[in-house]
T-cell receptor, first 111, second 116 residues
Protein backbone atom coordinates (compact mmCIF):
# COMPACT_ATOMS: atom_id res chain seq x y z
CA UNK A 1 0.00 0.00 0.00
CA UNK A 2 1.16 3.54 -0.79
CA UNK A 3 2.45 5.76 1.98
CA UNK A 4 0.66 8.69 3.59
CA UNK A 5 2.03 11.78 5.33
CA UNK A 6 0.20 13.46 8.21
CA UNK A 7 1.16 16.14 10.73
CA UNK A 8 2.24 14.66 14.05
CA UNK A 9 -0.21 16.71 16.06
CA UNK A 10 -2.97 19.30 15.83
CA UNK A 11 -4.94 21.29 18.35
CA UNK A 12 -8.53 22.46 18.29
CA UNK A 13 -11.08 24.13 20.50
CA UNK A 14 -14.35 22.52 21.37
CA UNK A 15 -17.22 23.17 18.95
CA UNK A 16 -14.88 24.46 16.24
CA UNK A 17 -14.32 22.70 12.91
CA UNK A 18 -11.15 20.65 12.50
CA UNK A 19 -9.42 19.93 9.20
CA UNK A 20 -6.95 17.05 9.34
CA UNK A 21 -4.75 16.90 6.23
CA UNK A 22 -3.19 13.85 4.59
CA UNK A 23 -0.81 13.69 1.66
CA UNK A 24 -0.64 10.58 -0.50
CA UNK A 25 1.18 11.60 -3.65
CA UNK A 26 1.89 8.01 -4.75
CA UNK A 27 -1.73 6.85 -4.58
CA UNK A 28 -2.76 4.38 -7.26
CA UNK A 29 -6.04 4.17 -9.09
CA UNK A 30 -7.28 1.25 -7.01
CA UNK A 31 -6.43 2.75 -3.60
CA UNK A 32 -9.25 3.70 -1.28
CA UNK A 33 -8.56 6.47 1.24
CA UNK A 34 -9.53 5.32 4.72
CA UNK A 35 -9.58 7.23 7.99
CA UNK A 36 -9.55 5.51 11.34
CA UNK A 37 -9.15 6.96 14.78
CA UNK A 38 -7.95 5.54 18.06
CA UNK A 39 -9.39 6.94 21.24
CA UNK A 40 -7.27 6.58 24.40
CA UNK A 41 -7.07 3.00 25.63
CA UNK A 42 -9.21 1.65 22.78
CA UNK A 43 -8.70 -0.14 19.51
CA UNK A 44 -8.93 1.87 16.29
CA UNK A 45 -12.37 2.58 14.89
CA UNK A 46 -13.50 3.33 11.37
CA UNK A 47 -14.33 6.95 10.60
CA UNK A 48 -14.85 7.32 6.86
CA UNK A 49 -13.47 6.31 3.50
CA UNK A 50 -13.58 7.46 -0.11
CA UNK A 51 -12.24 6.79 -3.56
CA UNK A 52 -12.64 9.85 -5.78
CA UNK A 53 -15.60 11.92 -4.60
CA UNK A 54 -16.12 13.74 -1.33
CA UNK A 55 -17.96 11.72 1.28
CA UNK A 56 -20.08 12.58 4.29
CA UNK A 57 -21.31 10.49 7.17
CA UNK A 58 -22.55 11.14 10.67
CA UNK A 59 -19.03 11.29 12.09
CA UNK A 60 -17.16 13.39 9.55
CA UNK A 61 -16.63 14.53 5.98
CA UNK A 62 -13.84 13.53 3.66
CA UNK A 63 -12.66 15.98 1.03
CA UNK A 64 -10.50 14.44 -1.70
CA UNK A 65 -8.37 16.55 -4.01
CA UNK A 66 -9.15 16.32 -7.68
CA UNK A 67 -5.79 14.64 -8.42
CA UNK A 68 -6.30 12.36 -5.37
CA UNK A 69 -2.84 13.18 -4.07
CA UNK A 70 -4.21 14.60 -0.85
CA UNK A 71 -7.32 14.49 1.30
CA UNK A 72 -8.74 16.23 4.35
CA UNK A 73 -10.81 14.78 7.15
CA UNK A 74 -13.27 17.35 8.44
CA UNK A 75 -14.81 17.20 11.89
CA UNK A 76 -17.52 19.83 11.73
CA UNK A 77 -17.74 20.56 15.45
CA UNK A 78 -15.03 19.06 17.59
CA UNK A 79 -15.95 17.70 20.98
CA UNK A 80 -13.70 16.58 23.81
CA UNK A 81 -14.52 13.01 22.83
CA UNK A 82 -12.89 13.59 19.44
CA UNK A 83 -9.44 13.79 21.04
CA UNK A 84 -7.68 10.81 19.48
CA UNK A 85 -5.01 9.70 17.04
CA UNK A 86 -6.33 9.92 13.49
CA UNK A 87 -4.86 7.62 10.86
CA UNK A 88 -5.08 8.21 7.12
CA UNK A 89 -4.55 4.88 5.35
CA UNK A 90 -4.54 3.85 1.71
CA UNK A 91 -6.06 0.47 1.05
CA UNK A 92 -5.67 -1.29 -2.28
CA UNK A 93 -9.17 -2.35 -3.21
CA UNK A 94 -7.84 -5.25 -5.25
CA UNK A 95 -5.16 -6.60 -2.93
CA UNK A 96 -7.27 -7.78 -0.01
CA UNK A 97 -4.53 -7.05 2.50
CA UNK A 98 -4.70 -5.72 6.05
CA UNK A 99 -4.60 -2.04 6.87
CA UNK A 100 -1.09 -0.72 7.38
CA UNK A 101 -0.92 2.09 9.92
CA UNK A 102 1.39 5.09 9.81
CA UNK A 103 2.04 7.36 12.76
CA UNK A 104 -1.17 9.36 12.44
CA UNK A 105 -2.11 12.79 13.79
CA UNK A 106 -2.74 13.26 17.48
CA UNK A 107 -5.66 15.65 17.85
CA UNK A 108 -6.06 17.56 21.10
CA UNK A 109 -9.35 19.32 21.85
CA UNK A 110 -9.60 22.03 24.47
CA UNK A 111 -12.74 23.27 26.18
CA UNK B 1 -20.29 -4.63 11.50
CA UNK B 2 -18.43 -6.91 13.91
CA UNK B 3 -18.02 -6.88 17.66
CA UNK B 4 -14.73 -8.28 18.90
CA UNK B 5 -13.80 -9.33 22.40
CA UNK B 6 -10.36 -10.27 23.66
CA UNK B 7 -9.19 -12.20 26.68
CA UNK B 8 -7.38 -11.37 28.83
CA UNK B 9 -7.79 -7.60 28.74
CA UNK B 10 -4.46 -7.19 30.48
CA UNK B 11 -1.79 -9.33 32.12
CA UNK B 12 1.53 -9.10 33.86
CA UNK B 13 3.88 -11.96 33.05
CA UNK B 14 7.34 -13.10 33.95
CA UNK B 15 10.05 -13.31 31.32
CA UNK B 16 10.46 -16.71 29.75
CA UNK B 17 6.80 -17.62 30.05
CA UNK B 18 4.12 -17.66 27.35
CA UNK B 19 0.70 -16.05 27.13
CA UNK B 20 -2.17 -17.00 24.86
CA UNK B 21 -4.57 -14.23 23.83
CA UNK B 22 -8.04 -15.14 22.68
CA UNK B 23 -10.09 -13.24 20.11
CA UNK B 24 -13.83 -13.88 19.69
CA UNK B 25 -15.98 -12.29 16.99
CA UNK B 26 -19.77 -12.10 17.03
CA UNK B 27 -20.07 -13.08 13.35
CA UNK B 28 -18.31 -15.36 10.91
CA UNK B 29 -15.39 -13.70 9.17
CA UNK B 30 -12.82 -15.04 6.77
CA UNK B 31 -9.95 -12.70 7.43
CA UNK B 32 -8.55 -11.96 10.86
CA UNK B 33 -5.44 -10.03 11.71
CA UNK B 34 -3.20 -9.60 14.73
CA UNK B 35 -1.44 -6.31 15.44
CA UNK B 36 1.01 -5.13 18.06
CA UNK B 37 1.15 -1.62 19.44
CA UNK B 38 4.26 -0.86 21.43
CA UNK B 39 4.10 1.95 24.01
CA UNK B 40 3.58 5.31 22.34
CA UNK B 41 3.73 3.79 18.87
CA UNK B 42 1.38 3.06 16.02
CA UNK B 43 0.00 -0.37 15.16
CA UNK B 44 2.23 -2.96 13.49
CA UNK B 45 0.74 -5.92 11.66
CA UNK B 46 1.99 -9.24 13.03
CA UNK B 47 0.13 -11.72 10.86
CA UNK B 48 -2.96 -12.53 8.83
CA UNK B 49 -4.95 -15.54 10.01
CA UNK B 50 -7.42 -17.04 7.57
CA UNK B 51 -9.52 -19.99 8.62
CA UNK B 52 -8.35 -23.21 7.01
CA UNK B 53 -4.85 -22.05 6.14
CA UNK B 54 -1.57 -21.28 7.83
CA UNK B 55 -1.14 -17.79 9.19
CA UNK B 56 0.95 -15.42 7.09
CA UNK B 57 3.54 -13.48 9.08
CA UNK B 58 4.92 -10.04 8.35
CA UNK B 59 8.62 -9.32 8.19
CA UNK B 60 10.15 -9.42 11.64
CA UNK B 61 7.58 -11.82 13.11
CA UNK B 62 7.99 -15.60 13.17
CA UNK B 63 5.68 -18.48 13.95
CA UNK B 64 7.86 -19.87 16.72
CA UNK B 65 7.54 -16.61 18.66
CA UNK B 66 3.92 -15.80 17.78
CA UNK B 67 2.04 -19.02 16.98
CA UNK B 68 -1.52 -18.41 15.84
CA UNK B 69 -4.51 -20.70 15.73
CA UNK B 70 -7.69 -20.15 13.72
CA UNK B 71 -9.95 -23.13 14.41
CA UNK B 72 -13.16 -21.58 13.04
CA UNK B 73 -14.66 -18.44 11.51
CA UNK B 74 -15.32 -16.68 14.83
CA UNK B 75 -12.24 -17.41 16.94
CA UNK B 76 -8.47 -17.06 16.93
CA UNK B 77 -5.62 -17.17 19.40
CA UNK B 78 -2.21 -15.53 19.42
CA UNK B 79 0.48 -16.88 21.71
CA UNK B 80 3.41 -14.73 22.74
CA UNK B 81 6.14 -17.27 23.51
CA UNK B 82 9.23 -17.09 25.68
CA UNK B 83 8.42 -13.52 26.60
CA UNK B 84 10.93 -10.78 27.29
CA UNK B 85 10.31 -7.19 28.47
CA UNK B 86 10.50 -6.09 24.82
CA UNK B 87 7.23 -7.95 24.23
CA UNK B 88 5.41 -5.51 26.53
CA UNK B 89 2.77 -4.09 24.19
CA UNK B 90 -0.88 -3.96 23.38
CA UNK B 91 -1.95 -6.83 21.15
CA UNK B 92 -5.03 -6.23 19.01
CA UNK B 93 -7.20 -8.57 17.05
CA UNK B 94 -8.91 -7.26 13.92
CA UNK B 95 -11.33 -8.62 11.36
CA UNK B 96 -12.39 -7.52 7.93
CA UNK B 97 -15.95 -7.62 6.70
CA UNK B 98 -17.51 -6.84 3.36
CA UNK B 99 -15.89 -6.46 -0.01
CA UNK B 100 -14.94 -3.61 -2.28
CA UNK B 101 -16.50 -0.29 -1.33
CA UNK B 102 -18.06 -1.63 1.88
CA UNK B 103 -14.96 -3.44 3.10
CA UNK B 104 -14.17 -2.37 6.67
CA UNK B 105 -11.82 -3.50 9.40
CA UNK B 106 -12.94 -3.73 13.01
CA UNK B 107 -10.67 -3.92 16.00
CA UNK B 108 -10.89 -5.48 19.40
CA UNK B 109 -10.15 -3.52 22.59
CA UNK B 110 -6.67 -4.97 22.84
CA UNK B 111 -4.75 -7.03 25.40
CA UNK B 112 -2.28 -5.01 27.45
CA UNK B 113 0.75 -7.12 28.24
CA UNK B 114 3.51 -6.19 30.65
CA UNK B 115 6.51 -8.51 30.87
CA UNK B 116 8.75 -8.20 33.92
Amino acid sequence: DAKTTQPNSMESNEEEPVHLPCNHSTISGTDYIHWYRQLPSQGPEYVIHGLTSNVNNRMASLAIAEDRKSSTLILHRATLRDAAVYYCILRDGQAGTALIFGKGTTLSVSS
Amino acid sequence: SAVISQKPSRDICQRGTSLTIQCQVDSQVTMMFWYRQQPGQSLTLIATANQGSEATYESGFVIDKFPISRPNLTFSTLTVSNMSPEDSSIYLCSVRTGQGWVETQYFGPGTRLLVL
